[in-house]
């Protein structure tokens, strides 16, 4: 679904005008924000397979501070590795790197190790890697990363569709008042179930993250 037709989605619900931008009217926009806002909630509820992507990066001898590109703050990690020693990377809290680079001199070698090292200026987020490259490397980090807010028409929303359309009714529902129909939480109930759903079905392509070993 574009982001036209969700705020349409929403307007018709609400027995509404339909429009043909998103910017057509205040309300429109006030329902393309409700729109966006609900996306978030319902990005950050699940690790979704339509926004899990690897971003690749090649290491640069004695540099150990990289940009994981179009990676923001609301990125969620799954896992690093080293692809050309086919080996996992580690994430360390800031202490290991402190032990390692401050209180004891710097190791050169294989990558390794990595922790998280705050955003640049562009909000993606930076991250430091142990020991010091020693060789040009390549380094895979899987990440589920949300899609940026909708603002054109004809912008297609990467998530499951439903249960962002629902949530942003109970939301333009809670902000307008009763209407004489169903109400602002027998809409979120709604809403919050259509979202289960959504997130059973994606959970199945991945079944072997819902098991758990003993270790």
């Known amino acids: 679904m574009t982001y036209l037709d969700l705020i349409n989605g929403v307007l018709r619900r609400l027995r509404e005008d339909t429009v043909t ?3 057509e009217t205040d309300y429109s926009q006030l329902v393309g924000e ?14 979704w397979s339509a926004l899990r992507t690897t971003v690749t990066l090649s290491t640069n001898v004695g540099t150990t501070n990289y940009t994981l590109t179009g990676a923001k703050q609301n990125t969620v990690l799954e896992q690093g590795l080293n692809d050309t020693t086919n080996q996992y990377l580690t994430l360390r809290p ?12 710097p190791a050169d070698g294989s990558v390794t190790d990595f922790m998280f090292n705050g955003v640049n200026s562009a909000g993606d987020l930076l991250i430091q890697v142990y020991p010091t490259p020693d060789a ?3 380094l895979n980090f899987d990440l589920v990363i949300p ?12 998530i499951p569709s439903n249960p962002v359309m629902q949530m942003a009714y109970g939301m333009a529902l809670r902000e307008r008042g009763e209407t004489g129909g169903q109400s602002a939480a027998e809409q979120f109930g709604v809403a919050n179930a259509a979202l289960n759903d959504a997130i059973a079905i994606d959970a199945n392509r991945y079944q072997d993250e819902m098991y758990y070993y003993r270790v």
């Not at 409700?34 to 690790?47: I, M, P, S, T, Y």
Request: proline share 0%; no cysteine; charged share 25%.
């Open 21 to 23: 931008t998103a910017n």
């Open 34 to 47: 409700f729109v966006n806002d609900a996306k978030k909630q319902v990005e950050l509820a699940h690790k």
């Open 94 to 105: 800031k202490h290991f790197f402190n032990d390692n680079t401050v209180l004891n001199t």
């Open 136 to 138: 040009v490397e390549t």
């Open 147 to 158: 899609q940026a807010d909708l603002s054109a028409d004809s912008t297609t929303l990467t």
